[in-house]
């Protein structure tokens, strides 16, 4: 059993940066690729950015590339993801998730383990 904690969120103004922090514990949590999903009110959940057990193959939505990044860190067993220049489209529940290969494309159906989720908000 994996058990994945999210940490980071808050609320910030349009333009600003966060940076949001998943720490895994239980199963080798090194060993699986870990997404990032968001969800806003009102909408189905979304894939923002996913990452390779080596820290290597990050992979970006199209609607975050250039603008959020993800990195890994194996001793601390925690993935990053770096959000800067926030805007209101930005808002929603952020969900960390680890699964298998398709996870690195995003795809739901590759979610083993999914985090309880933290809360970003981005005012205009």
């Known amino acids: 059993q994996l058990q994945l904690q999210e940490s980071g969120g808050g609320k910030v103004q349009a333009g600003e940066s966060l940076r949001l922090a998943c720490v895994g514990s239980?199963?080798?949590?090194?060993?699986?690729?870990v997404g990032w999903f968001r969800q806003a009110p009102g909408k189905e959940r979304e894939g923002v950015a996913s990452?390779?057990?080596?820290?290597?193959?990050?992979f970006y939505a199209d609607s975050t590339m250039g603008r959020f990044y993800i990195s890994r860190d194996h001793a601390e067993r925690t993935v990053y993801l770096q959000m800067t220049s926030l805007t209101p489209e930005d808002t929603g529940t952020y969900y960390c998730?680890?699964?298998?290969?398709?996870?690195?494309?995003?795809?739901?159906?590759?979610?083993?383990?999914w985090g309880q989720g933290t809360q970003v908000i981005v005012s205009s």
């Open positions: 998730a680890a699964g298998g290969k398709g996870l690195q494309r995003l795809y739901l159906r590759s979610v083993n383990y």
């Open positions: 990452i390779g057990p080596g820290g290597d193959f990050p």
């Open positions: 239980g199963e080798n949590y090194n060993s699986y690729y």
